[in-house]
């Protein structure tokens, strides 16, 4: 399947959209979660921004270790992803989306990860799920579906950015 990195809108304008997942290969594979990268948030330092992330998730204390010394970031995510109720932080369907909003600041506030997003412009953003799955069409796009909210996340925090850029 081929998958369009422009998009023709109806009054002529193309948009340019710039697809990515793949945390280890590709020039935007820095803007996945779990590339592979330390992050210091909040006073503590994680192997990648998807642990913290899914420390954030957790309740309890010995979850939140585990999650936090997983090998990878994937393994980090699907155990993160597989926590019961109980397990979950209380709230966190609702406080999600601003716990990753302050993950990314805390990413994207330095080099190199300032510059490659800002890279990018106005293209539009999509985390292109190679899988289909609730979590793949909450945070990106599978097949073109889904709600792509860590695009909108990178986005947003982009246009915040280039403002603070141009203020000086």
Avoid at 54 to 76: D, G
Avoid at 110 to 139: H, I
Wanted: negative net charge.
């Amino acid at each position: 399947m081929t998958i369009p990195t422009s998009v023709r809108l109806v009054n002529g304008d193309v948009v340019s959209v710039i697809r990515f997942y793949d945390p280890r290969r590709g020039p935007f594979c820095g803007l996945s979660n779990l590339h592979p990268v330390p992050l210091r948030f909040e006073g503590v330092t994680y192997a990648t921004p998807e642990h913290a992330f899914q420390v954030y998730r957790a309740r309890e204390a010995e979850m939140k270790a585990w999650l936090a010394a997983a090998p990878t970031p994937e393994l980090s995510a699907a155990a993160g992803d597989a926590l019961t109720a109980e397990q979950t932080t209380p709230g966190w369907e609702t406080g999600q989306l601003s716990v990753m909003a302050r993950i990314l600041r805390a990413k994207f506030a330095d080099e190199p990860f300032r510059s490659l997003l800002l890279s990018t412009g106005t293209a539009t953003l999509v985390e292109w799920s190679p899988e289909d799955s609730p979590v793949a069409r909450f945070w990106g796009l599978f097949e073109g579906a889904g709600d792509n909210h860590l695009g909108r996340l990178l986005m947003a925090l982009r246009a915040q950015l280039a403002g603070e850029t141009a203020a000086g």
